[in-house]
């Protein structure tokens, strides 16, 4: 981003986790408490990407290896006479989706636990700090009405 930017910035998608990262702004005279938002969002994005980089990894590599075995099964090869990709049915590919899904389901449980408690507390900082800045605002407020 710019040096004037005085927004957070959004980048394309990841290539591994499919997430869009962030380029957090950092004001100049950030308070003690917006440093703590910024960094637990900050590593709310990190744990994000990690994960989904990780499970789309293992996603992509288990799906070609349960196409090749299906296909193999079928005595074909990963591509047709004419160098097309083989492909299996939707019903066959439901079935790889349901066992990938049950078999990573303790996974997902886990890391929605962590995402509702990640995401709590940035919500939590982010009153806080809207508290503060609206309590500045109104001491600002009162001095200069004052005068």
């Given at each position: 981003?710019p040096?004037?930017?005085?927004?957070d910035?959004?980048?394309?998608p990841?290539?591994?986790?499919?997430l869009?990262?962030?380029?957090?702004?950092v004001?100049?005279?950030?308070s003690?408490?917006?440093?703590r938002?910024?960094?637990?969002r900050?590593e709310?994005?990190?744990c994000?990407?990690?994960?989904?980089?990780?499970?789309?990894?293992?996603f992509?590599q288990?799906k070609e290896?349960?196409?090749y075995?299906?296909?193999?099964a079928?005595?074909?090869?990963?591509?047709?006479?004419?160098?097309?990709?083989?492909?299996?049915s939707?019903?066959?590919?439901?079935d790889?989706?349901k066992?990938?899904?049950?078999?990573?389901?303790?996974?997902?449980m886990?890391?929605?636990?962590?995402?509702?408690?990640?995401?709590?507390?940035?919500?939590?900082l982010?009153?806080?700090v809207?508290?503060?800045r609206?309590?500045r605002?109104?001491?600002w407020?009162?001095?200069?009405?004052?005068h």
């Open positions: 981003p040096a004037h930017s005085r927004n910035w959004i980048g394309p990841d290539k591994h986790s499919n869009r990262p962030v380029i957090f702004y004001p100049p005279e950030e003690p408490l917006e440093r938002l910024r960094e637990a900050q709310a994005q990190a994000d990407q990690r994960f989904w980089a990780r499970h789309n990894r293992a992509s288990e290896e349960f196409i075995s299906r296909l193999k079928k005595g074909l090869e990963m591509r047709d006479e004419t160098g097309q990709k083989a492909t299996l939707a019903e066959e590919m439901a790889f989706y066992d990938f899904l049950s078999k990573n389901f303790r996974k997902h886990q890391y929605n636990r962590d995402w509702y408690k990640r995401n709590f507390t940035i919500t939590f982010m009153g806080q809207a508290l503060v609206a309590l605002w109104l001491r407020k009162k001095k200069n009405v004052g």
